[in-house]
């Protein structure tokens, strides 16, 4: 009987192209799992792919459009010929968009919408009849942490993300019945993930009182790993965040800590005596 945490299971990643969805995949095989992804291309799939076999597992690599609901269900289609059935899905976001609200287009929207709105309930539509025959499956929607909380020029990701919270938790009340968990992991800000910012941006935004580094895509993997695995068998419609500290954090508490905060000052909450 094998000691991996995988064994046996068939995994569909989507968004494997990107950091996070790379980390993912490795993770999952190297656990055990059949690993079956897509993305959008065909360089760094194939690549992955190679990672994969080479360190003794298994998968397959499809490249299509997540926002095309054709080529995700012949996507599906091959991936059950292949490995039969589909006990795990995990869903990746994979457009990022930071600029201002007002420069914001309807292209950008229909972008984001057809991606990471429609992608992943594409995806989930293709997993569901197997894992109801099958009476068992986790599915993991990767989301942000703009999905919980606030931040400049990250509108329609944000608006996005908090709607893939919500749906997570009303799928997981629709398909316990049938023994399926639905689970959302919200990252922070990740190292090499394309948000645009640098690491001294980062800690900047991430304040003193975290962790004070950005996370890494093995860190998300690892989070992926265990709500997909049987170590989480009691955690469903729940929202993890893997931030570093940042969703936790009071908007105020650096400042409060100096002694600089105008608010504060105002409402007499600190006074001249306070700074340090």
């Not at 316990?176 to 919200?186: D, E, K, T």
């Not at 800000?189 to 580094?213: A, F, Q, V």
Request: charged share 25%; glycine share 12%.
């Amino acid at each position: 009987m094998s000691d991996k945490r995988l064994a046996g299971r068939v995994a569909v990643v989507t968004g494997a192209h990107t950091t996070i969805g790379g980390a993912v995949v490795r993770r999952f095989a190297g656990e055990g799992a059949r690993v079956a992804f897509c993305g959008d291309c065909d360089e760094a799939g194939n690549a992955l792919l190679d990672n994969v076999r080479g360190a003794g597992g298994e998968g397959m690599f499809t490249k299509i459009a997540i926002s095309n609901q054709d080529e995700v269900k012949a996507f599906f289609e091959n991936v059950s010929g292949a490995f039969g059935d589909i006990d795990l899905l995990v869903t990746i976001p994979v457009v990022r968009q930071t600029k201002p609200f007002v420069e914001l287009t309807e292209a950008d929207w229909v972008d984001i919408m057809e991606n990471d709105g429609l992608g992943p309930v594409y995806a989930m539509w293709e997993a569901l009849p197997f894992m109801k025959k099958n009476r068992r499956g986790s599915i993991l929607n990767v989301t942000s942490l703009f999905g919980t909380e606030a931040g400049l020029n990250v509108a329609f990701n944000a608006y996005f993300m908090a709607g893939m919270h919500n749906l997570t938790r009303c799928l997981s009340m629709e398909y316990s019945p049938w023994g399926i968990r639905v689970n959302a992991l919200a990252p922070g800000l990740i190292e090499g993930d394309g948000d645009g910012y640098s690491k001294e941006e980062i800690l900047k935004i991430m304040g003193n009182d975290t962790l004070r580094r950005p996370g890494t895509a093995e860190e998300i993997a690892n989070a992926a790993l265990w709500l997909s695995s049987d170590e989480a068998s009691f955690v469903t419609g729940a929202v993890v965040n893997v931030n570093g500290g940042v969703v936790s954090r009071s908007i105020e508490t650096e400042t409060w800590l100096t002694g600089e905060s105008e608010f504060l000052r105002e409402f007499e909450i600190v006074g001249e005596s306070d700074v340090k």
